[in-house]
T-cell receptor, first 116, second 114 residues
Framework: EAGVTQFPSHSVIEKGQTVTLRCDPI?????LYWYRRVMGKEIKFLLH????????ESGMPNNRFLAERTGGTYSTLKVQPAELEDSGVYFC??????????????FGQGTRLTVV | AQSVTQLGSHVSVSEGALVLLRCNYS??????LFWYVQYPNQGLQLLLK??????LVKGINGFEAEFKKSETSFHLTKPSAHMSDAAEYFC????????????FGAGTRLAVHP
């Protein structure tokens, strides 16, 4: 079974440009999460989808970030326009059902975004 | 609010030595606690988790962690380090019933030398 897939694996863009990151969760997982790690710091929660609905977007840094999950399958995270401080590794994770004793969040390899 | 502190951003041990990675948490309610590992060029992988059952939790690859409520700690240990344990380790906390919204520590990079 395929795991969580993210692409691109790396992206280098200029300040002011737009970048779209994609995440394909494990098939059948209703929950999809986005996290970000700025260099050397902790991994921070950005938002959580349950199917196609945003359950929690409290971690989104500002309105330059737009996440979608049309149809409740894959998700995209668009940054427009990108700023230097947006550089970091963006992780996607998915999990089945509601968190509890028997669930686990499975993470993708991450997308390393560099804004120059 | 929940938070996680990992003491030591870098830890270096000899092959065969004890591995001890420290994690302290802050939470207003009894939390779920996790350790994740990230090997080079890979995603985060769950090592083990505490979800209010046994306080000593055994995970994969010989790792274990003990939940100590009085010390608000969840330190990760392995009796004998192997070269393949070299990776970055993350402690995380979540609110029970709060889906898998994880609050992570800053990570500890473990180096294992011969």
């Amino acid at each position: 079974e395929a795991g969580v897939t993210q692409f691109p694996s790396h992206s280098v863009i200029e300040k002011g440009q737009t970048v779209t990151l994609r995440c394909d969760p494990i098939s059948g997982h209703d929950n999809l999460y986005w996290y970000r790690r700025v260099m050397g710091k902790e991994i921070k929660f950005l938002l959580h989808f349950v199917k196609e609905s945003k359950q929690d977007e409290s971690g989104m840094p500002n309105n330059r970030f737009l996440a979608e999950r049309t149809g409740g399958t894959y998700s995209t995270l668009k940054v427009q326009p990108a700023e230097l401080e947006d550089s970091g590794v963006y992780f996607c994770a998915s999990s089945p059902g509601q968190a509890g004793l028997d669930t686990e969040a499975f993470f993708g390899q991450g997308t390393r975004l560099t804004v120059v | 609010a929940q938070s996680v502190t990992q003491l030591g951003s870098h830890v270096s041990v000899s092959e065969g030595a004890l591995v001890l990675l420290r994690c302290n948490y802050s939470s207003s309610v009894p939390p779920y606690l996790f350790w994740y590992v990230q090997y080079p060029n890979q995603g985060l992988q769950l090592l083990l988790k505490y979800t209010s059952a046994a306080t000593l939790v055994k995970g994969i690859n010989g790792f274990e962690a003990e939940f100590k409520k009085s010390e608000t700690s969840f330190h990760l240990t392995k009796p004998s380090a192997h070269m393949s344990d070299a990776a970055e380790y993350f402690c995380a906390v979540s609110h029970p019933g709060g889906y898998n919204k994880l609050i992570f520590g800053a990570g500890t990079r473990l180096a294992v030398h011969p």
